[in-house]
T-cell receptor, first 116, second 113 residues
Framework: NAGVMQNPRHLVRRRGQEARLRCSPM?????VYWYRQLPEEGLKFMVY????????ESGMPKERFSAEFPKEGPSILRIQQVVRGDSAAYFC??????????????FGEGSRLTVL | DAKTTQPPSMDCAEGRAANLPCNHS???????VYWYRQIHSQGPQYIIH???NNETNEMASLIITEDRKSSTLILPHATLRDTAVYYC??????????????FGTGTRLQVTL
């Protein structure tokens, strides 16, 4: 899992419900990135967070989407009032710029949201 | 970040070397070449990266031309499990916001028996 745990792996919601996706990078890693992959499309950057701070949310839809990474606990991507177009795979990645690494991203297995 | 150009698809026979090209003619001096792959339905997997020297690890080799305008990812003995979409990404070494990777459409490698 490249040191990134995501859950749930699969989530089904009806239109109008809320979806919460969680991401836990391995201990000691405090930078996470969220990406979305729509069916048959490429990965699109959504948001970059450090512990307790949103650094770059340039890829986040303006409404209904929010992300946080509290001091304690996982990073959470929250989608309110889901619509069918939100059906996608959501990937979280941790950043590693320590030691020999120059800033690679290591991705989790993703959370697949299906909106009925 | 510099843009990259990759062929949309390639085939390779199992056991043979898979050579995946990438053009990045507008690369800047401080930009690295990263390769990732995404096996169906899985998260992207980091493969290798380099600046100007050729690099090799347990997964692959990366050959970067002297002018750095193109590179080739080499999987020396492709297996069926290497069937995936391969992404070539150019990005400056950095921390923070600049660390985000911009994924293009990649090359879909099909390894066949």
């Amino acid at each position: 899992n490249a040191g990134v745990m995501q859950n749930p792996r699969h989530l089904v919601r009806r239109r109008g419900q809320e979806a919460r996706l969680r991401c836990s990078p391995m201990k000691g890693h405090s930078h996470v990135y969220w990406y979305r992959q729509l069916p048959e499309e490429g990965l699109k950057f959504m948001v970059y967070l450090q512990k307790e701070n949103i650094i770059d949310e340039s890829g986040m839809p303006k409404e209904r989407f929010s992300a946080e990474f509290p001091k304690e606990g996982p990073s959470i991507l929250r989608i309110q009032q889901v619509v069918r177009g939100d059906s996608a795979a959501y990937f979280c990645a941790r950043f590693d710029g320590t030691g020999i690494h120059t800033g690679e991203l290591f991705f989790g297995e993703g959370s697949r949201l299906t909106v009925l | 970040d510099a843009k990259t150009t990759q062929p949309p698809s390639m085939d390779c026979a199992e056991g043979r070397a898979a050579n995946l090209p990438c053009n990045h003619s507008t690369i800047s001096g401080n930009e690295y070449v990263y390769w990732y792959r995404q096996i169906h339905s899985q998260g992207p997997q980091y493969i290798i990266h380099g600046l100007k020297n050729n690099e090799t690890n347990e997964m692959a080799s990366l050959i970067i031309t002297e002018d750095r305008k193109s590179s080739t990812l080499i999987l020396p003995h492709a297996t069926l499990r290497d069937t995936a979409v391969y992404y070539c990404i150019v990005r400056a070494q950095n921390t923070g916001t600049a660390s985000k990777l911009t994924f293009g459409t990649g090359t879909r490698l099909q390894v066949t028996l």
